[in-house]
């Protein structure tokens, strides 16, 4: 059974950091792309970064670029979302996925095979 568990969610203040983790019992875990989505309170979940197989190439929103880093470690089955100066809008559940896409449409929920469950992010100002 495939399952992805994010940690690290919390409260932070605006401006400061959290590092979330998430770690998926994939068999291949390097043959595929990994995503982390939000949903803010009363939205529609939204793409955040997505990281390759090789973690060579990411990919990010425009509203986290130059403050969330995505990372990876095939090694250990985990996918790392650094997210740096935070803001009050950033405040959402926060999900890892795996996708077995290469390319193409990754930055759609609907791409994505595996989902967590999970992480609150809470950013007070």
């Known amino acids: 059974q495939v399952r992805l568990v994010e940690s690290g969610g919390g409260l932070v203040q605006a401006g400061g950091s959290l590092r979330l983790s998430c770690v998926a019992s994939?068999?291949?875990?390097?043959?595929?792309?990994l995503g982390w989505f939000r949903q803010p309170p009363g939205k529609e979940r939204e793409f955040v970064a997505a990281i390759s197989w090789s973690g060579g190439t990411t990919y990010n929103a425009d509203s986290v670029k130059g403050r969330f880093t995505i990372s990876r470690d095939n090694a250990k089955n985990m996918v790392y979302l650094q997210m740096n100066n935070l803001k009050p809008e950033d405040a959402a559940v926060y999900y890892c996925?795996?996708?077995?896409?290469?390319?193409?449409?990754?930055?759609?929920?609907?791409?994505?095979?595996?989902w967590g469950q999970g992480t609150q992010v809470t950013v007070s100002s």
């Open positions: 996925a795996a996708s077995r896409l290469i390319s193409g449409d990754i930055d759609y929920a609907q791409s994505y095979d595996y």
């Open positions: 994939l068999r291949t875990f390097s043959g595929y792309t």
